[in-house]
């Protein structure tokens, strides 16, 4: 089976701070896409930021950017002077091209620390 | 512009009815996903629809099922409703052209008693 693994169910980091969080694949195929998704006790879903398998570099999206190591298959999300609205479930469900289909792993529960 | 409405938001049912859940899509999207979430399976994924097409399905038992309507709006039914149909169902839409960004709705809390 194609999994992703969050190993880290649960981390907190003080306002302000910077904290990393892990995720892990695995796929056969060669061309995908990887997201961070936060969801915060409201439950909406909302997109934080994506990566391309194909694109080397990574992406950043304000105070968010990824680590994606391709070969090592890993693809971790670094948030920078945390907030206390970035408390939330954050999930990096991995999809495939032409496969609208995403494969969740378990999340990671993000606490803020004022 | 708007964003994914599901409607309604909570649901009790008893087992053995039968539900109907909607969905909203983004204007402009043409594809509809469904997710199953709960504490102790996670984000699972039921199926997706294009262009009122079931594109792709999840390992989910027939007592799930969906359709598309021509202006992209989805319904997903669940016949027959165990206990272990609780969840929270999540509505996801995107372009549906294989890029997979998707924008999820707030969710149907479904709870069966």
């Known amino acids: 089976a194609q999994t992703v693994t969050q190993s880290q169910p649960e981390m907190s980091v003080q306002e302000a701070e910077t904290v990393t969080l892990s995720c892990t694949y695995d796929?056969?195929?060669?061309?995908?896409?990887l997201f961070w998704y936060k969801q915060p006790p409201s439950r909406q879903m909302i997109l934080v930021i994506r990566?391309?398998?194909?694109?080397?570099q990574n992406a950043t999206e304000n105070r968010f950017s990824v680590n994606f190591q391709k070969a090592a298959k890993s693809f971790s999300l670094k948030i920078s002077d945390s907030q206390l609205g970035d408390a939330a479930m954050y999930f990096c469900?991995?999809?495939?091209?032409?496969?609208?289909?995403?494969?969740f792993g378990t999340g990671t529960r993000l606490t803020i620390i004022p | 512009k708007a964003g994914v409405t599901q409607t309604p938001r909570y649901l009790i049912k008893t087992r053995g009815q039968q539900v109907t859940l909607s969905c909203s899509p983004i204007?402009?999207?043409?594809?509809v996903s469904w997710y199953q979430q709960t504490p102790g399976q996670g984000l699972q994924f039921l199926f997706e629809?294009?262009?009122?097409?079931?594109?792709n399905k999840g390992n989910f038992p027939g007592r799930f099922s969906g359709r598309q309507f021509s202006n992209s709006r989805s319904e997903m039914n669940v016949s027959t409703l165990e206990l272990g149909d609780s969840a929270l169902y999540l509505c996801?839409?995107?372009?549906?052209?294989?890029?997979?960004?998707?924008?999820f709705g707030p969710g149907t809390r479904l709870t069966v008693t």
């Open positions: 204007s402009g999207h043409r594809s």
């Open positions: 796929t056969s195929e060669s061309d995908y896409y």
């Open positions: 629809y294009f262009s009122e097409t079931q594109r």
């Open positions: 469900p991995r999809g495939c091209f032409g496969n609208e289909k995403l494969t």
């Open positions: 996801a839409s995107s372009r549906g052209q294989g890029f997979n960004e998707q924008y």
């Open positions: 990566q391309e398998a194909y694109k080397q």
